[in-house]
């Protein structure tokens, strides 16, 4: 085996830095140091904090706590950077146990050199662990290693060393008719199988190719014969090539399901530049590797076959499965990311706040579902009326709603967005006009009802409401995410609210990971009422699970309210270190002590009780009094145990105790008269929700059944490459209306108010992911954010709007 120098690279996974090749004990490889002065390199921060974090992970602490409460501890390391430094830290120990597999099999053949062991050693991704490995990993018995059976190794070497020798002599003296080596020209072919073999198993060569395909590479995509007219939603790929590390994550998916639907085929062309009739560069790297310095003696020329060989056959097929396997993964782990991001938003959205709520789930010819839950979420009625066509009872539906909201005294009316809701919103305004002078506060709000069916169907909810039809529990739920939008969307599956792209398409598992990771954050960055959350919520919290969280409900149930935060010690099987990691983020209001409605941790009660007697006082006496709070000094209260940043955080807390960091509430106004697509017009001006920001822009709920897309490029007139500093799910914003495509419900939209839809460019095919959830529609090599080009590539959004609302739906 031949190894190189040193170089340092990073364009794919199994492309790293190779360090010092000191070897070392077999059992002492990449150990917890190692894992944590790579995790601090990645991070940018101090080793001791990364070592430090591990030690509190490994002993059951969650990123949660960790991020709130040991921050001396960490060296302020915040919740990002945790589950990044959590991620890293599985796949590191992951790729430490490969590594000890990987020498131990090495070893146990005998073969293990000490610089093999080294290189091992040294390989700081997965992709490198397998390429050392790969001449050594046991595999079906090849034609090379059939040959080598027959003794025509030797030959190999041979010609390698002489090569003006008469090739077809010397592979005579090889001949091994009992092994099936019967001529010349079959021991040819055998030697050529062994040489192959050889050369493609090479770490440094293999190394050099991937580093080559990364550069140059691209991805084609071509339509499967006969399907043109099957896979017109992909046409825009039926001859698409596009350098392979660039392409983005919604166009890689777009193509990759296109292949999956038997309409398109991908390859790699590693030589774009090129005819290909001269064969391809990576040929000129294996023979430079192997320093063949081919001529054209016969020794040569069959090297030359076998080199050709080699890469057509051994090293291209498997670097395109490789390297589209990494486009995938890559492109996947994009689009969790902007399901997670949007999912965090809209979880973090305003609460509506603990209102009596009117909720109406709205339909046709089933009606339109009534539902009222009192400040608290307790329902207290339901009904269901029938205000639209066939029954057309509007006014008894006026009548019955205006009875109900004046006996429940209802401030909020919570509308879903669903089929009628426009109907429904109208509905809702005679309503109000007609009881304003009773109820002069009534406000409706349109509210999502994405997974409302799903947890309307679900075992918790069955559980919940045992006699109610599925149908009524949707409209609780849509009352219930207006008062507490995570409170409610919890007790939904993630992956089921909708507001990512492709999510069909990702890995499910690590898609279930990352939101559980966002809801877990969200849930504890805001805190839970310990009396008044479900069970689907407590179970969000740091330290506590399922089962934990029904045992809290169940003892709330049996002792009534919990009035301090210590009597959790006693619901069954939450000991101390549950509580410990729990506490904090639960929160009593009117306890037995002022602290426990706030983010203080119990364990340092003792701190503030500290400070309040050097301010001769009581400790509700510092609870929200800035002016006494202003006064003291927190440097004078470090202990070993906290220190300065944690006495910040509790002085803050105390000033403003249980603050929620969630925004304040507000609502669109759709505008009336505008309630189906074709109602939209060019240069309307209109006030919407946003539902979803992918990378290529932001989808926008203007009141029409139908999402429309503002294109990155028009976002803003600064230039954007990421819509998500810019907007985010459930903010409220203003758009113009660029262009509106009624038979295929297609809207363009703008929040560049003063863009000119004349200047709007001859809108081009549609663009070639309109019917894959997303998609920017746009050559990677053209900029889209050239103020000349912003209306064309508005006019392109509206070919996703359709697709991402059967998505959320």
Not at 704 to 718: C, N, P, Y
Request: some cysteine; glycine content about 6%.
């Amino acid at each position: 085996m031949v190894f190189v120098e040193a170089t340092p690279y990073n364009l794919v996974d199994g492309c790293g830095i190779f360090g010092d090749t000191k070897s070392t004990n077999l059992g002492s490889m990449y150990s917890m140091q190692n894992i944590a002065q790579t995790i601090a390199q990645e991070l940018n921060v101090r080793e001791q904090q990364v070592t430090a974090t591990i030690t509190l992970l490994d002993d059951g602490a969650t990123v949660p706590f960790v991020a709130r409460y040991r921050k001396e501890v960490t060296g302020g390391l915040d919740d990002t950077q945790l589950r990044t430094l959590y991620t890293r830290l599985g796949y590191l120990r992951d790729l430490n146990d490969r590594r000890k597999v990987i020498l131990s099999s090495i070893d146990a053949q005998g073969k293990l050199t000490p610089a093999l062991q080294a290189a091992i050693n040294n390989a700081d991704s997965k992709t490198r662990l397998e390429d050392l490995y790969l001449p050594y990993k046991p595999k079906r018995r090849t034609k090379g290693q059939i040959a080598i059976e027959a003794g025509i190794e030797p030959l190999v070497d041979q010609l390698l060393q002489d090569r003006q020798a008469n090739i077809d002599a010397v592979a005579s003296q090889y001949i091994n008719s009992d092994a099936g080596f019967s001529d010349a020209k079959a021991v040819l072919d055998g030697a050529r199988f062994i040489l192959m073999e050889r050369f493609a198993e090479d770490a440094e060569l293999l190394h050099k190719v991937r580093r080559q395909l990364t550069q140059q590479a691209q991805l084609e995509s071509r339509m499967v014969k006969g399907k043109e007219k099957e896979g017109a939603k992909f046409r825009d790929y039926f001859e698409h090539s596009e350098k392979l590390t660039h392409i983005p994550s919604h166009r890689a998916l777009a193509m990759l399901r296109g292949r999956n639907e038997g309409v398109l085929s991908l390859s790699m062309n590693a030589d774009p530049d090129t005819d290909g009739k001269q064969g391809s560069y990576c040929e000129v790297i294996i023979s430079d590797h192997f320093n063949l310095k081919l001529g054209d003696s016969d020794v040569d020329q069959w090297l030359k076959q076998v080199v050709t060989a080699t890469w057509r056959i051994k090293i291209a097929l498997q670097m395109e499965t490789e390297f589209i396997a990494k486009l995938r993964e890559q492109a996947e782990t994009e689009a969790i990311n902007v399901f997670a991001r949007n999912l965090g938003d809209l979880l973090m959205a305003a609460p509506a706040g603990a209102k009596c709520t009117l909720g109406l789930d709205p339909g046709l010819r089933t009606g339109v579902k009534v539902a009222i839950v009192n400040n608290t979420g307790k329902l207290v009625a339901h009904s269901t009326i029938f205000p639209h066509a066939p029954q057309n009872q509007w006014e008894k539906s006026i009548r019955t709603l205006s009875n109900l909201v004046k006996m429940h005294k209802v401030e909020l009316i919570a509308i879903g967005n669903g089929t009628a809701s426009r109907e429904t919103d109208k509905l809702a305004a005679e309503l109000i006009a007609t009881v304003k002078a009773d109820m002069p506060t009534l406000t409706k709000v349109m509210v999502s009802e994405a997974g409302a069916s799903v947890y309307s169907a679900s075992e918790l909810a069955a559980e919940e409401f045992p006699e109610l039809d599925v149908s009524i529990r949707g409209a609780v739920s849509i009352a219930r995410r207006l008062q507490d939008p995570l409170a409610e969307l919890v007790k939904i599956e993630p992956k089921s609210i909708g507001v990512g792209q492709y999510q069909h398409d990702v890995s499910q598992s690590q898609l279930s990971q990352s939101l559980e990771a966002v809801v877990e954050d969200c849930v504890n960055g805001v805190g839970v009422d310990l009396n008044m959350a479900s069970m689907p919520l407590l179970a969000q919290v740091a330290g506590l699970n399922k089962t934990l969280a029904r045992n809290i409900v169940e003892y709330r149930d049996q002792h009534g309210q919990f009035t301090s935060r210590k009597q959790l010690l006693k619901v069954a099987r939450l000991g101390p270190k549950a509580f410990e990691q729990a506490a904090g983020f639960l929160r009593i209001v009117g306890g037995d002590n002022p602290l426990d409605a706030s983010a203080v941790h119990p364990e340092a009660y003792s701190v503030v009780e500290t400070m309040a007697k050097a301010q001769q006082q009581a400790v509700d006496a510092l609870v929200g009094n800035s002016e006494l709070l202003k006064q003291i000094d927190a440097s004078r209260f470090i202990t070993p145990e906290f220190g300065l940043p944690t006495l910040n955080d509790i002085l803050s807390e105390l000033e403003k105790p249980g603050r929620d960091p969630r925004g304040e509430f507000k609502t669109a106004v759709f505008k009336e008269g505008v309630e189906q697509v074709k109602d939209l017009k060019p240069d309307m001006i209109l006030e919407g929700v946003v539902t979803n920001v992918t990378n290529f822009g932001a989808f926008v709920d203007v009141g029409v059944h139908q999402d429309g897309l503002v294109h990155i490029s028009s976002l803003t007139d600064k230039f954007v490459s990421d819509p998500h500093t810019v907007v985010k799910a459930g903010d409220v914003v203003k758009v113009k209306v660029m262009d509106v495509d009624v038979e295929r419900k297609r809207i363009s939209l703008s929040m560049r108010l003063d863009e000119k839809t004349a200047d709007k460019a001859p809108s081009p095919r549609p663009s070639h992911t309109k019917a894959h959830k997303g998609g920017q529609g746009k050559s990677p090599q053209k900029s889209q954010h050239k103020s000349s080009q912003a209306p064309a590539n508005a006019a392109m959004g509206n070919a996703f709007a359709d697709a991402f609302a059967k998505l959320k739906k």
